[in-house]
């Protein structure tokens, strides 16, 4: 497809970020940790080695062309398809962004690079940064994270710690919450235990509302998500989205449609083919980031799906899309 972006996704629908537009700067699924969560699937490549991983100059023109043409967001936010921090150029990457644009940058990052220097000095050049921690001790963390095996929960806590110390920047600390693993009073009080140690501006929980890599993974219900946040403190709020979304019936009976060949839709389709390659998608968040209606939506899925690109899952009566490797 003509004019595919590389590097660039979205934007996407953010209930952290608002309309965030996506900056991808390491291969997929390079990563020091492997979430039974995540997302994206299993982490193929678990390093915490920091190398060039992708051209920034390349990054930098696209994200030019992209502002030129008229793409608008309320956070550049680097992320993507593994570990942000394991590139070695993100400090002068957010400075290149600096340089074109005055939309704010986030860094959604596990933090398990925070222990280094560089990466405390690069992600300091950031307006927010959104890092993670899921457990309260080493146990839960092998458990939940999957981590690279010189990185530990203590690490982790130390280079949140250090890096609150330096960072005038706002910090909102994820907590994904898996029912049965990490939700229990114990974790939560050492959860609590290590926030206070960290001193974040937010605590953001989260659960498994979207398909995971590991297919056992249990969603908090919303009750619970809310009676954690209120044991958290004033900073803490649900980012978890519970909305619902379209049940699967319907969207198969919209699938067959045909499409017509025309510019302005191969720039949509493009679009939709990014998300779906960043994290499954429902229809409402297809939808809500492409200011289209279901059906157009509908119509393009069929014809990915048609063409074997797009498969889809249910998690909770709610229907994923995501492209097929
Ligand atoms: S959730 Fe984030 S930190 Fe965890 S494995 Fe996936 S990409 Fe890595």
Not at 59 to 66: N, R, S
Not at 199 to 221: C, E, F, W, Y
């Amino acid at each position: 497809m003509a004019g595919e972006k590389k590097y660039l996704y979205g934007p996407v629908p953010s209930r952290r970020l608002g309309r965030s537009l996506g900056v991808d700067i390491v291969p997929f699924k390079v990563c020091t940790l492997d979430c039974i969560y995540c997302q994206l699937g299993r982490t193929t490549e678990k390093t915490i080695e920091r190398k060039d991983y992708v051209d920034i100059e390349a990054v930098l023109a696209e994200l030019k062309g992209g502002l030129a043409k008229g793409l608008q967001a309320d956070f550049i936010t680097i992320s993507g398809s593994g570990e942000p921090t394991l590139n070695s150029r993100l400090g002068e990457l957010i400075d290149g962004i600096k340089k074109i644009t005055d939309i704010p940058v986030a860094i959604l990052t596990s933090g398990t690079l925070l222990t280094e220097r560089d990466v405390r000095e690069g992600c300091a050049k950031a307006d927010v940064v959104l890092p993670s921690l899921d457990a309260g001790d080493e146990q839960t963390f092998q458990k939940v994270n999957r981590p690279h095996k010189d990185i530990s929960i203590e690490k982790l806590i130390d280079g949140l710690c250090a890096f609150r110390d330096e960072f005038s920047g706002q910090i909102w600390l994820e907590v994904f919450l898996v029912e049965g693993l990490n939700t229990d009073s114990e974790q939560i009080a050492k959860i609590k235990n290590a926030i206070e140690r960290i001193r974040p501006d937010k605590v953001q929980l989260n659960t498994a509302v979207r398909p995971t890599a590991d297919s056992g993974v249990k969603r908090m219900k919303a009750e619970k998500l809310q009676a954690i946040a209120a044991t958290l403190g004033e900073k803490c709020e649900v980012v978890a989205d519970f909305s619902p979304g379209r049940r699967s019936k319907l969207v198969e009976s919209k699938v067959g449609d045909v499409l017509e060949p025309h510019f302005a839709i191969d720039h949509k389709m493009e679009a939709l083919l990014s998300m779906l390659k960043r994290r499954p998608c429902s229809l409402n968040d297809i939808c809500a980031s492409l200011d289209i209606n279901r059906n157009e939506v509908l119509k393009y899925i069929g014809h990915f799906q048609n063409q074997g690109i797009v498969g889809s899952e249910e998690k909770d009566g709610i229907l994923f899309f995501k492209t097929l490797s």
